[in-house]
């Protein structure tokens, strides 16, 4: 299968999970399942933040809802695309183009400048150096860091780094945001400021997100909020 038909147009539903279990091997060589049959229908523009006890499943469903892992068991669709029996080049290539991540480290490219960490999807995806960097300037301008282009990471502040990783998983245009604890490491108000940033770029970039939190003051302000308990989503009444 090419690239291309792993890549799918506008019209689809943008992430389903559907009856998603995953084991692990403990160390006592027991089975250990941390999913056990997830269910999500994620709509255009929607967010959906899921919350719950520490080592309840919450990170390792988002790296299988991203095709960063595969399921034991279940199916997850991309766009259109159902990432189940897919090669793992075929994955890549789904995740590059619809999928955008961004984690409670930054995980920028430390001997880079902004514009270069948040260009590097842009020319994975095949473009050329002078598009990607059009494309990345346009995103941090829309972040706030039109000043900080040239900066490295040991020459931002935490909230500027975050705001970079914010710019880099959107410079493919993705369908999907997933963000797991994208404020933990920042205080109260750089984390409320780029809660504002998220919310604003969903509403201008028609994004939907998945957010993993234990902030539920940015849990509030989702669509829906879900609890993982006992390996399953299960609906929270909030407020």
């Not at 006592?28 to 941390?34: I, M, P, Q």
């Not at 299988?64 to 991309?78: C, F, N, Q, Y």
Request: charged share 25%.
């Amino acid at each position: 299968m090419g690239k291309s038909s792993v890549v799918t147009g506008v019209g689809h539903i943008p992430l389903e999970a559907r009856r998603v279990h995953k084991s692990f091997q403990g160390g006592d060589g027991r089975e250990l399942e941390v999913l056990t049959g997830v269910d999500l229908r994620l709509a255009r523009n929607e967010t959906v933040a899921v919350i719950g006890a520490s080592g309840a499943g919450k990170s390792t469903l988002l790296h299988i809802l991203g095709g960063l892992d595969r399921p034991t068991e279940g199916e997850v669709s991309v766009g259109g695309a159902l990432l189940t029996g897919l090669a793992d080049e075929e994955i890549a290539t789904v995740r590059n183009r619809r999928i955008g991540f961004v984690f409670q480290f930054h995980h920028l490219l430390r001997e880079f400048t902004a514009i270069e960490n948040v260009m590097m999807p842009a020319l994975i995806a095949g473009l050329d150096e002078y598009e990607a960097r059009g494309k990345a300037e346009l995103i941090l301008a829309d972040v706030g860091l039109s000043e900080r282009l040239r900066h490295k990471p040991s020459e931002l502040s935490g909230g500027e780094q975050q705001r970079v990783a914010v710019a880099r998983s959107l410079v493919n245009d993705p369908m999907v945001l997933l963000a797991d604890e994208p404020s933990g490491n920042l205080d109260a108000y750089t984390s409320t400021a780029l809660h504002d940033l998220l919310f604003d770029l969903q509403e201008s970039v028609n994004l939907s997100i998945v957010v993993v939190t234990h902030n539920l003051d940015l849990a509030k302000r989702a669509d829906r909020v879900l609890v993982m308990e006992e390996g399953r989503l299960q609906p929270d009444a909030m407020g």
